[in-house]
């Protein structure tokens, strides 16, 4: 939630992710995810006090041949997403995973500093095997660029409220190789530079929900 209370009614292709592309509709199921490029840090062998380089994650490496759970969420450190969203998700994961999901994963226009450092704040367990990228449960994507965002059709700007600039819509979302197979967006659609924030369809428990229908 990003400042206020959260109301509570609240082919495989390369994408277009240009800002030209940023107000597209939302993909729907049975869609291919946008193929893009993540830049990711992982761990390695140093005695700095920052270990970790840079290393370009694509969305095959996180989808492709598995079945995901992916949320997404307006913004790393913001109230809803820090207090409810990402640790549902994270008290779930054990949960989930025997419902036959490969891994589950929080995604935000944010960079991988800003997402590294939500995880340790959010007292998430860092895995720090070298090569690792992020956690142990809940793995954190940083959409940074917004690519991916975009190519979702869930790039949504924030300008007079809260003055977040361009963000993900609240979503989340079973990928079952590369395709979506089933989409929950908030409110049933994005809208752009939102006074209310809605949190009721991408929460831990409707997921769950939903797995256990299947």
């Not at 954190?140 to 007079?160: K, V």
Request: with cysteine; aromatic share 10%; hydrophobic share 35%.
């Amino acid at each position: 939630q990003i400042g206020f209370v959260p109301t509570r009614h609240c082919t495989k292709h390369k994408q277009n992710t240009s800002m030209g592309n940023a107000n597209m509709s939302p993909l729907k199921e049975g869609d291919t995810v946008p193929s893009v490029t993540f830049k990711t840090r992982v761990r390695i062998e140093s005695d700095e006090e920052n270990p970790f380089d840079w290393k370009d994650v694509t969305s095959e490496d996180y989808f492709k041949g598995k079945r995901t759970v992916v949320f997404a969420l307006p913004g790393a450190f913001t109230p809803t997403c820090s207090s409810t969203h990402l640790p549902g998700y994270e008290a779930a994961y054990e949960e989930i995973k025997a419902l036959g999901v490969d891994e589950i994963y929080c995604l935000s226009v944010n960079d991988a500093f800003v997402m590294r450092q939500w995880g340790l704040h959010q007292g998430l367990t860092e895995d720090k095997t070298l090569g690792a990228n992020g956690f142990e449960k809940v793995k954190l994507i940083p959409d940074g660029a917004a690519l991916f965002t975009r190519g979702m059709g869930m790039s949504c700007t924030w300008t007079s409220e809260r003055g977040f600039g361009e963000r993900s819509w609240r979503y989340s979302v079973v990928i079952d190789d590369m395709k979506i197979e089933k989409l929950f967006i908030e409110g049933g659609e994005v809208t752009q530079n939102s006074g209310p924030d809605p949190f009721e369809v991408s929460d831990a428990g409707t997921m769950l929900e939903y797995l256990k229908s299947k």
